[in-house]
């Protein structure tokens, strides 16, 4: 049976990957069907997904996409399909929460929403649990009315695991031989094995010549219940819970009151990480005071000129781009048996929402114009607050800045997003009373001055403090020098800006 159905789930791989990719069915796992590199759990599943039931129309199972690399499960955040609205391509189902951000489940082929299995609110569904059905005529709707989740992930699919794990333990002759004589099995034994279905072939005997007894047939079920595997989560039908709204609880004698806010995903892995990299990671720190008067005044004028509105962190951003080429060894990642250096930078800029901190990415800083940083930067904020992220716009990274100047800190010190080496964190802007060297035998030799302080936190793993203090220098110069930045294109990088009208 297991043969069997390997061999209908092979033809109908070969067919998702020789046509266009099936709704829900990743092609990797398309080609690890082909080749046979699927267990037998993803392959219960998945071919519950692309079965047809005999009772039912025509129709699709939807299974939770893979939207995130580090992805295991996700949340359904919010339908925007009811079931009997019809989609067309590149409409978004559903909103899933993953444990980066909330990404759109967007169709890539006409139908109609014909059975939602997992509501609005549905938390932790397994990667590739069915999530919907989907039919091609809308007059097929009305026969998933009392479609349940367990028919998309039937049971009688786990029976052949089960039978190739009783398949291994050969049978002694003597057993063998039981199963053809009467005398060989008790009669308590046989009318407790036909209870309990069990093959008498598989149970060895311990009474006379062999003869197989009751409590050999109890000790072969107990035996077999110790080696059986626990269940994977993806089979385990999903129980969509309503979320409820915070609410108020009374507060106790002598307490203040307090609410009790519940964790979306997105924070609940975003908490772990966090702990993982500050537990895991050995961070050191480096801080270097940069004056902005010069940048400052950049800025004035190139606001002059550019159609987009240019901000210090933008030009920030490009100074710590530049900072990287020019100091490879920070712009790298630690990845676990080796440390993987980036030639270009994608910069990751912190931005907080509604549904806490990420970090979209500007990719190739180091090779656009400051224009074009303040424009993309706009965009990929916009996204962020308005959930619009794609996942290539927020996976991966190879430094990533923090500026929490507008909050009016002195310091800001930020933990380590692994596999990246390190993150720069930004401070306000603020008038400083310095001593002018150029002054020092004069009646006022000093000068006021507007300076921020960048603090660069640093995984020890990939980053010494050698490195890390050749970057804060260079940093340094390019911020309160900008027009060195100027001249850190090179002239293939100029053509290259050109040619892709950046």
């Known amino acids: 049976m297991l043969s069997r159905l390997l061999y209908v789930a092979k033809v109908a791989a070969g067919s998702v990957v ?12 398309a080609r690890s069907l082909m080749t046979g590199r699927l267990n037998t759990p993803q392959l219960v599943n998945i071919c519950g997904q692309m079965r047809r039931f005999s009772a039912y129309p025509t129709h699709k199972v939807l299974a ?26 590149g409409d978004v189902l559903c909103d899933v929460e993953t444990d980066k951000a909330t990404v759109g489940f967007e169709m890539i082929e006409n139908g109609v929403l014909a059975k939602v299995l997992c ?7 397994p990667l ?10 809308a007059s097929d709707v009305a026969a998933f009315q009392n479609f349940k989740i367990e028919e998309a992930a039937p049971a009688k699919a786990k029976a052949p695991e089960k039978k190739v794990e009783e398949k291994k333990p050969e049978p002694k002759p003597e057993a063998k031989a039981a199963t053809g004589e009467r005398s060989l099995v008790s009669p308590s034994a046989k009318k407790f094995a036909a209870e309990h279905k069990i093959d008498l072939a598989l149970v060895k005997g311990t009474g006379p010549r062999g003869r197989i007894l009751k409590e050999d ?12 595997p626990a269940k994977p989560a993806a089979e385990k039908p999903v129980e969509a819970k309503k979320p409820t709204p915070p609410k108020p609880v009374a507060a106790l004698p002598g307490l203040p009151e307090f609410l009790d806010i519940e964790l979306t995903n997105y924070k609940r892995v975003a908490a772990e990480r966090l702990t993982e990299a500050k537990q895991t990671v050995p961070h050191f720190y480096v801080s270097v005071d940069c004056e902005v008067d010069k940048l400052l005044e950049l800025r004035e004028k190139l606001n002059k000129a550019s159609k987009s509105k240019i901000s210090i962190n933008d030009l920030l951003v490009k100074a710590a781009a530049l900072a990287c080429r020019k100091v490879p060894d920070a712009n790298a990642a630690w990845m676990g048996t080796f440390i993987r250096r980036y030639k270009d930078v994608d910069m990751c800029v912190a931005v907080q929402t509604p549904n806490g901190l990420i970090a979209p990415i500007v990719p190739r800083a180091n090779l656009k114009g400051v224009e074009q940083i303040a424009l993309d930067t ?5 996204k962020a607050k308005a959930n619009k992220l794609k996942p290539e ?26 596999p990246q080496a390190c993150i720069l964190g930004v401070s306000q802007v603020e008038k ?41 220098k260079e940093f340094k110069k390019l911020v309160e020098n900008p027009n060195l930045m100027m001249l850190q294109m090179n002239s293939l990088e100029q053509i290259f800006l050109s040619l892709i009208h950046i």
């Open 18 to 29: 020789r046509s266009k990719p099936y709704v829900g069915f990743p092609s990797v796992i």
């Open 64 to 89: 939770m996409p893979n939207l995130s690399p580090t992805m295991t499960k996700g949340t359904i955040a919010k339908w925007y399909k009811k079931e009997g609205d019809s989609f067309a391509p």
């Open 119 to 125: 509501p609005t609110g549905s938390k932790d569904v």
């Open 128 to 137: 590739f649990a069915p999530v919907a059905v989907i039919v091609d005529n």
């Open 217 to 228: 047939v109890q000790a072969y079920i107990d035996s077999s219940k110790k080696a059986e």
């Open 378 to 382: 706009k965009a990929i904020i916009e």
């Open 393 to 418: 716009e927020f996976i991966g990274g190879t430094f990533t800045i923090s500026n929490a100047g507008m909050f009016g800190i002195s310091q800001l010190i930020s933990i380590v997003n692994p």
């Open 432 to 472: 400083m009373l310095l001593v002018d060297e150029s002054k020092i035998k004069t009646d006022q030799p000093w000068r006021i001055a507007s300076r921020l302080t960048g603090t660069l936190s640093c995984d020890h793993r990939v980053v010494d403090g050698a490195v890390a203090s050749e970057w804060t």
